[in-house]
């Protein structure tokens, strides 16, 4: 069956450094791989999206790999600060028409002063 | 725009009552989510619409659960009769189905209590 795992129930970095957080996935072919914020007691919120045939993608701060062969995709937030301190959600998505978006269970990232 | 608009916020009631959710979509957008998130099981997607039909319902767990989209500026998620396992924050997400991708955008959530 399909699977998507984030290796880490909890990540707890030091402010500054870069926090990676790692989605791997079994029996899917994702088009595309999403990010997602989510804030206690809120709905998750989009943060980037890379496409099957994009290696490595960036905003601001954050840094997505997304690699098919290894079925991995990286997360990176560099210089990181509480503020970043949330779970966060990968999503896969199969195709652009009308197609099934699945989660991951997600990382809680705590970022201390 | 005021984003995907969930009602209740919080909803309490006890086992082998009838409980319906309410979600109001993003103007404009033509696909429309039910996810269910509990500790145990991260976010779970029960059901899906494109332009107001079911598209995939194979996440909803039981016969319990129900889920309509008369028009495209909303949708219910009805549990009858509801349990204490169904306990959980239920989302709704939208989004402009497109070449891009589909980047959701979610409601607050209704937390439902069920004793």
């Known amino acids: 069956s399909q699977k998507i795992e984030q290796n880490s129930e909890a990540l707890n970095i030091q402010e500054g450094k870069t926090a990676t957080l790692t989605c791997n996935y079994t029996?899917?072919?994702?088009?595309?791989l999403q990010w997602y914020r989510q804030d206690p007691g809120r709905g998750p919120v989009f943060l980037l999206l890379i496409r099957e045939n994009e290696k490595e993608k960036r905003k601001e701060r954050l840094k997505v790999t997304f690699d098919t062969t290894l079925k991995q995709s990286l997360f990176h937030i560099t210089a990181s600060q509480p503020a970043d301190s949330a779970t966060y959600l990968c999503?896969?998505?199969?195709?652009?028409?009308?197609?099934?978006?699945?989660f991951g269970s997600g990382t809680r990232l705590s970022i201390r002063p | 725009d005021a984003g995907v608009i969930q009602s209740p916020r919080h909803e309490v009631t006890e086992m082998g009552q009838e409980v319906t959710l309410r979600c109001k979509p993003i103007s404009g957008h033509n696909s429309l989510f039910w996810y269910r998130q509990t500790m145990m099981r991260g976010l779970e997607l029960l059901i899906y619409?494109?332009?107001?039909?079911?598209?995939?319902d194979s996440g909803m767990p039981e016969d319990r659960f129900s889920a309509k989209m008369p028009n495209a500026s909303f949708s219910t998620l009805k549990i009858q009769p509801s349990e204490p396992r169904d306990s959980a924050v239920y989302f709704c997400?939208?989004?402009?189905?497109?070449?891009?991708?589909?980047?959701?955008?979610f409601g607050s959530g209704t937390q439902l209590s069920v004793l």
């Open positions: 029996n899917y072919s994702p088009a595309y």
């Open positions: 997400a939208s989004s402009l189905q497109g070449a891009q991708g589909e980047k959701l955008f």
């Open positions: 619409f494109n332009n107001n039909v079911p598209i995939d």
């Open positions: 999503a896969l998505e199969k195709s652009s028409s009308a197609s099934k978006i699945i």
